[in-house]
């Protein structure tokens, strides 16, 4: 197994965070979304609300695709962005999907759900970048590493901008 994508599958970015932020979060989660949507990524989350509920809605928005991977078994609990639903079962072991199904991770803030899918994602050696003003483990795990797995940190990202730069260096190869 490689990790070139074959021809024509895009990257999937998946947007982690808080399910109780504020409203500025919720502003950037959309700009996020929107601006993953218009360079060609598909946009992933837990389905719900909060910052998962504003990068779909940013994203299916700008006409990209959104993917919502639910800890539940119904796939009518998906926020109404969501253009593909993955309903699980699993409660919040579906975070580990939701980490593994990105080839990237972008956290705005977050409580222990969005460690563990930070985790996860460190674990499975997938880019990782926060935003730090915004709290929660994005400002904890700025600039640092999880553990010895990797000799990289986790990125913070200062505006959007910086973060689709980020993302076009990383995928690069």
């Known amino acids: 197994m490689t990790d070139i994508l074959p021809a024509g599958r895009i990257k999937q970015i998946a947007v982690i965070g808080d399910s109780e932020a504020g409203e500025d979060a919720h502003r950037l989660a959309e700009e996020i979304g929107s601006s993953l949507a218009l360079g060609g990524y598909a946009v992933i989350t837990g389905g719900g609300g909060g910052i998962m509920e504003a990068a779909s809605k940013g994203a299916a928005e700008a006409g990209g695709l959104t993917i919502g991977i639910l800890p539940g078994t119904s796939k009518y609990q998906a926020n109404c962005y969501c253009k593909l639903v993955i309903p699980t079962g699993m409660g919040h072991a579906r975070n580990a999907l939701t980490a593994l199904a990105g080839d990237a991770i ?68």
């Open 106 to 173: 972008v956290a705005i803030s977050g409580g222990a759900g969005t460690l563990s899918e930070i985790c996860f994602g460190w674990i499975y050696q997938k880019p990782i970048f926060v935003f730090k003003e915004y709290g929660g483990w994005s400002k904890k795990l700025a600039g640092k590493s999880v553990d010895h797995r990797l000799d990289s940190v986790i990125i913070e990202c200062i505006s959007v901008e910086d973060l689709m730069i980020r993302l076009r260096e990383t995928f690069e190869d």
